[in-house]
T-cell receptor, first 114, second 118 residues
Framework: DAKTTQPTSMDCAEGRAANLPCNHS???????VYWYRQIHSQGPQYIIH???NNETNEMASLIITEDRKSSTLILPHATLRDTAVYYCIVRPPYSGAGSYQLTFGKGTKLSVIP | GAVVSQHPSRVICKSGTSVKIECRSLDFQATTMFWYRQFPKQSLMLMAT?????????EQGVEKDKFLINHASLTLSTLTVTSAHPEDSSFYICSARSGTSGSGYEQYFGPGTRLTVT
């Protein structure tokens, strides 16, 4: 079952903010929203995760709507090196049982344009 | 952040031979490691999950006798593709998860291994 929906592709001008949306309307109350990205021919890279509150780190900001049915990943000043496929993943917290593997959808291919 | 390495980064082998890929967590102990496969222009597909000292759990459709996984220590897991065929050519990626945290936790990925079977 697809738990998240993302646009297939997006373009962003270099230096501008990139806003990547994700719909997760069936998210459960204790499930986290995770974002990873994959640059061509590399392994995925963790970006950020959140539960209810907005989160910010050195890479990006994560805005989660109050009803938690959607979120937006924001790259404040996109560079050419941010060109990648971005994956939004919903996952329950670790509770000591189960492996809680990540299930990757098709993601959004972000192209940062000079 | 935590670092996961894979070796080799690229390998070319002949059909019928076996290939071993190593996945190491360099600065943390990985209680669980995951192996993914990614075909061109497709997303990552989980192949198997391994916990240190236990047998791996394979996803449906993945042949456990063909893709041998060993997780003998908290920092090393290996994937051996036995009797490789051209259709096994793919990008193999491992990831490692550290111990428990109670709340959200990150899964760290290796750089991937490009396998080409001729």
């Amino acid at each position: 079952d697809a738990k998240t929906t993302q646009p297939t592709s997006m373009d962003c001008a270099e230096g501008r903010a990139a806003n990547l949306p994700c719909n997760h309307s069936t998210i459960s109350g204790n499930e986290y929203v995770y974002w990873y990205r994959q640059i061509h021919s590399q392994g995925p890279q963790y970006i950020i995760h959140g539960l209810k509150n907005n989160e910010t780190n050195e890479m990006a900001s994560l805005i989660i709507t109050e009803d938690r049915k959607s979120s937006t990943l924001i790259l404040p000043h996109a560079t050419l090196r941010d060109t990648a496929v971005y994956y939004c993943i919903v996952r329950p917290p670790y509770s000591g049982a189960g492996s809680y593997q990540l299930t990757f959808g098709k993601g959004t291919k972000l192209s940062v344009i000079p | 952040g935590a670092v996961v390495s894979q070796h080799p980064s690229r390998v070319i082998c002949k059909s019928g031979t076996s290939v071993k890929i190593e996945c190491r967590s360099l600065d943390f102990q990985a209680t669980t490691m995951f192996w993914y496969r990614q075909f061109p222009k497709q997303s990552l597909m989980l192949m198997a999950t391994s916990n240190e000292g236990s047998k791996a759990t394979y996803e449906q459709g993945v042949e456990k006798d063909k893709f041998l996984i060993n997780h003998a220590s908290l920092t090393l897991s290996t994937l051996t593709v036995t009797s490789a065929h051209p259709e096994d050519s793919s990008f193999y990626i491992c990831s490692a998860r550290s111990g428990t945290s109670g709340s959200g936790y990150e899964q760290y990925f290796g750089p991937g291994t490009r396998l080409t079977v001729t």
